[in-house]
C-alpha cells in the first residue's frame, strides 16, 4: 500500500457507477479509498462525457474524489478521423453489404486493418464465414478475417488478439463485440465499422475511436445502418425526458425489438443532413476551438461543400442495390404524424367520447356497448392520436387504419370522424353544426 502513489480510472463513467452499484464480487473503491493512505492521489478520465450523464457522475465522483477536485476539460474530437453513416441495402442479413471491405482486387498489401462492431453474436458469425469466403483460395485458412467473441475459448482469443493488434501474420479484419470497444489499443487500424448505430452516441465516439491511433495515421468510422432507421420521426421522441438525448420512444420491455429500442441521438445523426463532427460537438457540449478542427481531406458524410464519396476510400465498392432494390427504396417514404403539440388535445376529446357513450343509458348511443376498450382500444386511440391530419380523409380511412369491422365501421367511424375534424377546424364539438359526412358516403352508412 505504501508503494502506491496514485490511482487512475479509466473509463470514469463506468468505474464509478460499478462502485456504487457493485456486487458481492467487486471491491468497491469507496472501500479502497478507505484502505488507502491520505497521499494517495485520486483521477478519473472519460472520453466522452455527455451532458445529461454528467450529474449522476459527479454525484458518484464525490464519494471517491477529495471535495475541491480539479476538473479538466479537453475536446473528444479526433481530427484524423472521418465520421461518416452508409444506408445498406435491404437489412444487415443481405450479406452482399459487407462487399467492400475485402480490398478488391485482394491483395495483403492493399487490404487495411479493420474493426467491425456488431450487435449479434449470430450475425457477426454470418458476415464472417461470408467475408472469408470471399478471400481467393490461399488465403481463406491464414486468418485474413478474425471471428472475436466470448464464445470462444481465453487461450484462442488472447492468440487472435495478438495477431490483430500486433499485426503478426496476416490478420487484417477483426469481427467483434462492443466489449472492445473502450479500454483497448489498436494502434494500427485503419477503420472501424459499426454494424448498426450504437445506443448512444458517445459509444459511437468510443468505437470508432479504435482507429487511426498511431501519431501521423488517419482513419474513417463508418456506420452501417439500416433503411428503417430513416422513416422515424424525431417527433415521436417528444414525451418523456427530452433532457436524455439517449431516450427512446416508449418504455422498453424485455423483448422490444431494435425498431423499439432506437434511441433519439442515433436518429437525429442519422437523418442530419449538416456536419457530423457539429453533431458530436453539439451532443458533449464541446465549445472548444477544436471542436470541428479536421486534419483529413474530408470532414465528415455530410458536407455537400466538399462531398465524401465512401466507395472512393474503401477497400471495394458498396453495394448499390439491384434496379428493383433501388425502386423499392424510392418507393418508401417516411412516416408522417400529427404534430406533438395536437395530440393530447385530440386525446382527451376521444377519450370524453367514449366516456360519453359508454355511460349512456340510450341504446341509440352505445349500441350495447359498456366498456371503452370495446369500442376503441388504448392502442387504437393513440394511433388515430399519432396518424397524419392530412392522411384522414374519411371515415373509410379510421376503419382501414384500425383493421376494424364493417359493423364497427358503420356504429363508430363516423362519430370518431366527425371529432377529428372539428377538433382540427378548432370547432366546438358540441356546436350545433350539420353532421359532418364524408364526401361520397352512402346513406345507409350513417
Not at 505504501?2 to 469507496?30: C, M, Y
Not at 424510392?330 to 357513450?357: A, C, F, M, P
Request: charged share 25%.
Amino acid at each position: 500500500m505504501k508503494l502506491i502513489s496514485s490511482i487512475w480510472l479509466e473509463s470514469a463513467s463506468t468505474e464509478l457507477t460499478l462502485s456504487v452499484q457493485r456486487t458481492a464480487d467487486f471491491i468497491g473503491l469507496h472501500e479502497l479509498k478507505v484502505a488507502l493512505p491520505k497521499s494517495v492521489t485520486w483521477h478519473a478520465a472519460t472520453a466522452t462525457l455527455p451532458p445529461h450523464m454528467l450529474v449522476p457522475l459527479v454525484r458518484e465522483a464525490t464519494q471517491i474524489l477529495s471535495p475541491g477536485y480539479l476538473t479538466v476539460r479537453t475536446t473528444s474530437n479526433r481530427p484524423n478521423l472521418v465520421p461518416a453513416v452508409h444506408t445498406v441495402v435491404g437489412s444487415f442479413e443481405k450479406l452482399v453489404n459487407y462487399d467492400f471491405l475485402i480490398a478488391e482486387p485482394f491483395s495483403l498489401a492493399q487490404q487495411p486493418w479493420i474493426i467491425v462492431f456488431f450487435e449479434s453474436i449470430s450475425l457477426q458469425t454470418k458476415v464472417c464465414s461470408y467475408l472469408i469466403s470471399k478471400l481467393p483460395a490461399e488465403y481463406r485458412n491464414k486468418d485474413v478475417v478474425l471471428n472475436y467473441h466470448s464464445l470462444h475459448s481465453l487461450d484462442f482469443l488472447e492468440r487472435i488478439f495478438k495477431e490483430f493488434t500486433e499485426r503478426i501474420g496476416m490478420s487484417r479484419i477483426l469481427c467483434t463485440t462492443s466489449g472492445n470497444s473502450t479500454g483497448v489499443d489498436f494502434p494500427g487500424v485503419d477503420m472501424v465499422v459499426c454494424v448498426g448505430f450504437p445506443d448512444t452516441v458517445a459509444e459511437f465516439l468510443q468505437r470508432i475511436g479504435r482507429c487511426a491511433r498511431a501519431p501521423g495515421s488517419v482513419g474513417l468510422g463508418l456506420a452501417l445502418i439500416e433503411p428503417w432507421m430513416h422513416e422515424i420521426e424525431l417527433e415521436e421522441f417528444d414525451e418523456g425526458d427530452t433532457s436524455n438525448p439517449d431516450r427512446t420512444r416508449a418504455p422498453l420491455k424485455s423483448n422490444s425489438n431494435k425498431k423499439e429500442r432506437a434511441v433519439f441521438s442515433a436518429i437525429k445523426v442519422v437523418q442530419a443532413d449538416t456536419c457530423l463532427r457539429k453533431l458530436f460537438a453539439e451532443e458533449l457540449h464541446d465549445d472548444s476551438p477544436e471542436a470541428l478542427l479536421y486534419t483529413t481531406k474530408y470532414c465528415c458524410s455530410n458536407h455537400a461543400d466538399n462531398p465524401l464519396v465512401l466507395s472512393d476510400i474503401l477497400p471495394a465498392p458498396l453495394y448499390t442495390g439491384t434496379d428493383d432494390e433501388k425502386l423499392t427504396a424510392t418507393s418508401k417514404s417516411r412516416n408522417k404524424y400529427r404534430k406533438t403539440t395536437e395530440r393530447n388535445g385530440l386525446d382527451v376529446l376521444l377519450i370524453q367520447w367514449l366516456r360519453d357513450v359508454t355511460k349512456s343509458e340510450d341504446p341509440l348511443v352505445n349500441h350495447g356497448f359498456l366498456y371503452a376498450d370495446d369500442i376503441l382500444s388504448d392502442k387504437g386511440r393513440r394511433t388515430i392520436v399519432w396518424e397524419d391530419p392530412k392522411a384522414i380523409t374519411d371515415a373509410k380511412y379510421i376503419q382501414t387504419k384500425l383493421s376494424e369491422s364493417d359493423e364497427w365501421y358503420k356504429l363508430w367511424a363516423q362519430e370518431i370522424f366527425k371529432i377529428i375534424v372539428k377538433y382540427d377546424k378548432g370547432e366546438d364539438l358540441d356546436s350545433s353544426e350539420d353532421e359532418i359526412m364524408d364526401s361520397g358516403e352512402e346513406a345507409d352508412c350513417t
